[in-house]
């Protein structure tokens, strides 16, 4: 990077960590943020959510997409869900994508008492991850540190109420579209997971501000951009 004529960065957090840790000058990174997939051109329906593998019971479920381990932080969602009775006893998580989960994350759930049945692993194609977007309570997207953040950008695409970390890239992505928590302290997760379940109105202005935000991104806008950062050095 330090050789690089220019640097093409997915958001200004990534920007920002380069010239603090690496100290590359600003003012040869270009920022080209990324744009939603094709998710929301998906038809989406309630068959194709009952087709995904995993058994749902017939409650809300909050989502989860894509890998759990390390710095993405779901051993938290767990603990928050554990820790209030009507969280695990009236809603489920359904955790979409990755591996099925290992004997760590099994034996956390034992601990927490949380019942089987209330969190789940379901696979599948793009359409049938758009209709769990669409079905889903709210997206729940808790990782410590993000270089952009794709899940949050569907979700606000397919009118799903985004929950997500006050950190990294993440805000730069979601802005005023999201409920924001501390990833870092379980209280916080789950005051914010309950302020989602307990308010409609706050729902529906999630779902209202994610339209509106999630037209600013899109691959033809990070083309251009791509495009102009080459022409520097041409």
């Not at 009118?159 to 501390?182: H, K, Q, R, W």
Request: hydrophobic share 40%; proline share 6%.
């Amino acid at each position: 990077m330090r050789r690089a004529d220019r640097v093409i960065c997915i958001s200004k957090s990534t920007r920002d960590d380069l010239v603090s840790i690496l100290g590359i000058p600003e003012e040869k990174i270009s920022v080209t943020y990324l744009g939603p997939s094709n998710l929301c051109q998906l038809a989406a329906t309630e068959t194709q959510v009952g087709s995904a593998p995993g058994t749902l019971r017939p409650s809300p479920f909050f989502l989860y997409v894509g890998r759990r381990g390390g710095y993405k932080n779901f051993a938290r969602v767990l603990k928050a869900f554990g820790s209030s009775a009507r969280l695990s006893g009236e809603f489920q998580i359904v955790c979409f994508g990755d591996v099925p989960f290992n004997d760590a994350e099994r034996a956390l759930m034992g601990r927490l008492s949380l019942p089987t049945e209330s969190v789940v692993h379901v696979q599948g194609g793009d359409d049938i991850l758009a209709a769990y977007y669409q079905a889903a309570v709210a997206l729940i997207y808790p990782s410590l540190c993000e270089g952009f953040g794709i899940p949050p950008l569907e979700a606000m695409a397919l009118d799903c109420p985004v929950l997500c970390s006050n950190t990294s890239a993440i805000p730069e992505v979601v802005g005023d579209a999201g409920m924001y928590f501390d990833p870092c302290d379980v209280d916080s997760i789950r005051a914010a997971i309950l302020q989602i379940v307990d308010s409609e109105n706050l729902r529906d202005e999630l779902v209202r501000k994610g339209r509106a935000r999630c037209k600013l991104f899109s691959w033809e806008r990070c083309a251009n951009e791509t495009l102009q950062a080459y022409r520097t050095i041409a």
